[in-house]
């Protein structure tokens, strides 16, 4: 199902959970593939597309300002959800609250060229504690520059309310 990005992230209503994510430095910076790179933050917002104001988040909207292209060439993106919202240590030695793929043949861009939206492929609580990701680390990796190699990380944030 695909829509126009901007009705989401520019609109004066707010609903759903966002996360704004910050570019990861990459320690090694030769071996990154530069396809799956970005210095640009971009925002992923969690929300139900059929009530705006349900608890219980159907899909997930990317959003940048422009790097979004980018991240179509990336066969595979990793979202990583984390049970807490701690970022000072590696999102490798954090426990998982949930994780799941993105593939690239998923992805409806927007008028803009810069918004993608995609079903989730589990529904994810929009709430504080037990299952729900407000207030959790967000991690998202890409493909490895190299065959076998470990995902890259490529930026992380928190999960909070986008309400007014």
Not at 143 to 153: F, N, Q, R
Request: glycine residues 10%.
């Amino acid at each position: 199902m695909c829509g126009t990005g901007e009705r989401y992230v520019d609109a004066t209503e707010r609903f759903g959970a966002l996360a704004v994510l910050g570019f990861v430095p990459d320690p090694q910076p030769n071996p990154r593939d530069p396809k799956c790179s970005t210095r640009q933050p971009w925002t992923l917002l969690f929300y139900n597309n059929r009530d705006h104001s349900s608890p219980v988040a159907t899909h997930i909207g990317f959003h940048s300002n422009d790097s979004s292209r980018e991240f179509q060439t990336c066969q595979q993106l990793a979202v990583i959800i984390s049970p807490t919202g701690d970022l000072t240590g590696p999102p490798r030695e954090s426990s998982l609250l949930c994780k799941f793929r993105l593939s690239s043949n998923q992805w409806c861009i927007g008028s803009d060229g810069q918004y993608m939206e995609l079903e989730l492929p589990d529904p994810l609580l929009l709430q504080v504690g037990a299952s729900g990701i407000i207030g959790r680390r967000i991690s998202l990796f890409g493909d490895s520059a190299k065959p076998m190699g470990p995902p890259l990380l490529l930026a992380e944030g928190i999960v909070g309310f986008n309400h007014l």
